[in-house]
């Protein structure tokens, strides 16, 4: 997926983002998610700090002072990411990696005066999703980021209370498109093309020289009685081995029709 941003407030003063320090920004992304997703997401956050001149730079230990870098090879940033989330080990949540990072100005360290005051808090979103608002329990003012399912994917919290945004936002754009399966064509009915492909998969292709639909060839639909277990498969095999139906040869193998329960 490719992802947006949205502005989630703005960092807090003392006493106004929850616990935690001033100025600081919780991130949490959804654990499941594959890790370049997280990725793309940091990325996508990281875009939009360039955009007005601010960095990604994490505090806590083992990962402190270092920045995101979106030119970064994919290895160095997965690298970056897990070690990140290790590092906030003092609050754990199942189902989610948790960062924490502040937003100083390019060129500024996070302990300047003015570097990371009143900076823009971005949370990823996706086309078609919703970011959701909310504010307390320790964690500020804060927000969700839900993909076009309602998934919760990402949350980013600790902004200022005094200083929230409008609403809940409905992400503008096209949605990720679903995978497509090919339709049936015009001569084949959705069954014809599925024991068609079975075949062919199985034995190298049909005979494209017969003109008969599948229909024909497996006379009345004998086929699919005999692939019914509840029904009379002696029978039907009799009836479709009588040297008048071209496959009658691999229908007298049981163990193929097991390939179609």
């Known amino acids: 997926m490719s992802y947006l941003t949205e502005r989630s407030g703005f960092t807090a003063p003392p006493g106004k983002g929850g616990r935690g320090t001033p100025y600081h920004i919780d991130l949490k992304l959804l654990s499941s998610l594959p890790v370049t997703e997280r990725v793309k997401m940091f990325d996508a956050l990281a875009r939009q700090k360039q955009a007005i001149g601010r960095e990604i730079e994490f505090s806590n230990p083992a990962v402190s002072g270092r920045r995101w870098n979106v030119s970064s090879p994919l290895a160095e940033k997965v690298d970056l990411l897990e070690k990140a ?8 949540h199942s189902g989610w990696q948790s960062f924490d990072y502040y937003a100083p100005f390019k060129g500024k360290s996070r302990f300047d005066k003015g570097a990371v005051e009143d900076a823009s808090i971005y949370i990823p979103a996706v086309a078609g999703g919703k970011v959701r608002r909310g504010s307390g329990g320790g964690y500020g003012y804060y927000s969700e980021s839900l993909d076009p399912s309602g998934r919760v994917i990402a949350r980013v919290g600790h902004g200022n209370i005094d200083r929230p945004e409008a609403g809940d936002v409905n992400v503008l754009g096209k949605p990720p498109s679903p995978v497509q399966l090919p339709e049936p064509t015009a001569q084949q ?11 062919e998969a199985m034995f190298g292709g049909v005979n494209q020289n017969k003109k008969e639909s599948l229909s024909d060839v497996l006379m009345g639909g004998l086929l699919q009685q005999a692939l019914n277990k509840r029904g009379n498969l002696g029978a039907n095999i009799d009836a479709l081995s009588g040297g008048q139906n071209p496959y009658s040869q691999y229908i007298l193998n049981p163990q193929m029709l097991e390939q179609f329960e």
């Open 189 to 199: 009915n959705p069954n014809e093309a599925r024991v068609l492909s079975l075949f």
């Open 85 to 92: 989330a290790a590092a906030h080990g003092h609050s754990q």
